[in-house]
């Protein structure tokens, strides 16, 4: 697919301005939605829905609907609730990881406790399934309290296997395609749903491939230079024992010495200051970062044939762009 985009700002920003007015409207009811006589919910959770995500995923949500002609209002709450589901799944991942940095800001659990976390976390699930509750699609109802529990089944998938070096690519990708495709998948199909669901399985199809490929090149950023550049920290899978693809292909590859420092590092979680340096040269000489990435433009390039029986439209052509732009972020 031929795709003419400008030069001067990113797809994604594209993608944001032809569904400007829905974003807004979306963020008005975001916001509204957070309010709780407890001052504690909002505040916690302000800190990080206002942390300067892309909120790529309710944006699939409204171009969805908007490739499907849609009309009403309905498509506002759907996107309100992904981007809650989004923000809950968040904090409860930062809990299991024990992590101190989300989108380069001290993260919610460091700064009010891991039960503090855990309970906004559930509140968002609740407010997200009153929002679906809400447009009296039950079919939407469906695709995205599925897609929560998919999505959970990913992070037990994701925690039993870590520090488990014997863990296969195949596994590495039922845990990808659970933990984080999922939600993509379903954004994109419960918009495409309420507009008739004409294109809800091709939008389906883009969104689980986008997904894939976001993650694999997010996995791959963690051991390269590159996203330090971004000012993102690098490491944070190697710290957390994480077995992400990187690993996954540096290990079958690797020498006695390097499997040495693997099972070390990894399975026995023994790890000194030097250490993160010696994996970033493992991933890199053995070639698993440029591995992971052409299996991301792999699924970069599925994406884009799943939109190619949507009809030609700019959002269409903007859709392409965003799965290719989120290969090229790693360059």
Same mark, same amino acid.
């Given at each position: 697919? %031929?795709?003419?985009?400008?030069?001067?700002?990113?797809?994604?920003?594209?993608?944001?301005?032809?569904?400007?007015?829905?974003?807004?409207?979306?963020?008005?009811?975001? +916001?509204?939605? *957070?309010?709780?006589?407890?001052?504690?919910?909002?505040?916690?959770?302000? +800190?990080?829905?206002?942390?300067?995500?892309?909120?790529?995923?309710?944006?699939?949500? #409204?171009? !969805?609907?908007?490739?499907?002609?849609?009309?009403?209002?309905?498509?506002?709450? *759907? @996107?309100?609730?992904?981007?809650?589901?989004?923000?809950?799944?968040? *904090?409860?991942?930062?809990?299991?990881?024990?992590?101190?940095?989300?989108?380069? $800001? /001290?993260?919610?659990?460091?700064?009010?406790?891991?039960?503090?976390?855990?309970? /906004?976390?559930?509140?968002?699930?609740?407010?997200?399934?009153?929002?679906?509750?809400?447009?009296?699609?039950?079919?939407?109802?469906?695709?995205?309290?599925?897609?929560?529990?998919?999505?959970?089944?990913?992070?037990?998938?994701?925690?039993?296997?870590?520090?488990?070096? %014997?863990?296969?690519?195949?596994?590495?990708?039922?845990?990808?395609?659970? $933990?984080? @495709?999922? *939600?993509? !998948?379903?954004?994109?199909?419960?918009?495409?749903?309420?507009?008739?669901?004409? +294109?809800?399985?091709?939008?389906?199809?883009?969104?689980?491939?986008?997904?894939?490929?976001? %993650?694999?090149?997010?996995?791959?950023?963690?051991?390269?230079?590159?996203?330090?550049?971004?000012?993102?920290?690098?490491?944070?899978?190697?710290?957390?024992?994480?077995?992400?693809?990187?690993?996954?292909?540096? /290990?079958?590859?690797?020498?006695?010495?390097?499997?040495?420092?693997?099972?070390?590092?990894?399975?026995?979680?023994?790890?000194?200051?030097?250490? #993160?340096?010696?994996?970033?040269? #493992?991933?890199?000489?053995?070639?698993?970062?440029?591995?992971?990435?052409?299996?991301?433009?792999?699924?970069?390039?599925?994406?884009?044939?799943?939109?190619?029986?949507?009809?030609?439209?700019?959002?269409?052509?903007?859709?392409?762009? /965003?799965?290719?732009?989120?290969?090229?972020?790693?360059?």
């Amino acid at each position: 697919m %031929q795709v003419s985009t400008r030069t001067d700002i990113s797809p994604v920003e594209q993608l944001h301005a032809l569904v400007a007015a829905d974003m807004r409207a979306t963020d008005v009811l975001i +916001h509204e939605r *957070l309010s709780s006589a407890v001052a504690l919910i909002p505040d916690l959770a302000k +800190h990080l829905i206002d942390s300067g995500g892309k909120r790529l995923r309710p944006l699939l949500t #409204l171009a !969805a609907a908007q490739v499907g002609g849609y009309h009403g209002a309905h498509h506002i709450k *759907l @996107a309100a609730a992904v981007e809650f589901i989004h923000t809950a799944t968040l *904090l409860h991942d930062d809990v299991v990881d024990d992590s101190a940095l989300r989108r380069g $800001k /001290v993260s919610a659990n460091i700064v009010w406790g891991n039960k503090a976390s855990v309970l /906004v976390g559930d509140f968002l699930f609740s407010r997200a399934f009153e929002l679906m509750v809400e447009t009296d699609e039950l079919k939407v109802l469906g695709i995205l309290s599925h897609a929560s529990a998919v999505i959970s089944e990913g992070e037990v998938m994701q925690l039993k296997s870590s520090g488990n070096l %014997q863990a296969s690519e195949d596994h590495y990708l039922r845990v990808v395609s659970a $933990k984080t @495709a999922e *939600l993509f !998948a379903a954004a994109a199909e419960a918009g495409a749903v309420i507009a008739g669901g004409e +294109h809800a399985k091709a939008l389906r199809a883009y969104g689980q491939n986008l997904g894939i490929a976001f %993650q694999l090149v997010d996995d791959a950023l963690d051991y390269s230079g590159r996203q330090a550049l971004m000012g993102k920290a690098v490491g944070d899978d190697f710290r957390e024992g994480k077995v992400t693809l990187p690993v996954i292909l540096a /290990v079958a590859r690797a020498d006695e010495a390097a499997l040495k420092f693997w099972k070390k590092t990894i399975e026995m979680g023994t790890q000194g200051e030097a250490d #993160l340096d010696r994996a970033i040269t #493992l991933v890199e000489q053995t070639g698993a970062i440029a591995d992971t990435m052409e299996r991301a433009r792999g699924y970069a390039g599925l994406a884009c044939r799943a939109l190619e029986t949507l009809p030609e439209s700019k959002i269409r052509d903007v859709l392409a762009a /965003v799965a290719d732009f989120c290969v090229a972020r790693a360059y």
